[in-house]
């Protein structure tokens, strides 16, 4: 993927990775089970064989999907998520969070599995061992950076 946005923000770099069309609905569709091209490509109507290769490829180059071969003849694949990969299920869930709250239209809610009710996203402080909506990004320091 090319890199759209030379800014130093987290989200910008983020999108810079995950931000192309098609790409994070690709990724959904490994979250919810579908592993091989065909299960992809049947999942989201409109997206061409050609585009789905080059992003799984690209996802793959990313260390976001890995690949295994499960057939020879002809060649292939299943997709599964890296562990980056899988940490990306918080933000669908935020997604689908927000998509409740403010959707003309809304296709799914996030509950509970155990008991079926909706649920809210929350933030863990490991210092006060408390969750909390009191939460603010700061900038890091260059030198602390990753």
Known sequence: ???RYDLPCNIAQTLNLIGDRWTLLILHEMMVGHTT?????NALKGLSSKLLSERLKSLEEMNLVESVLYSDHPPRYKYTLTKSGQDLEIVFHAMVLWGQKHLNKCYKKLVHRTCGHNVELVCYCEHCQTMTTDVVPVEIEASAAR
Do not use: R, W
């Open 1 to 3: 993927m090319k890199e």
């Open 37 to 41: 091209f065909n299960e992809i490509k």
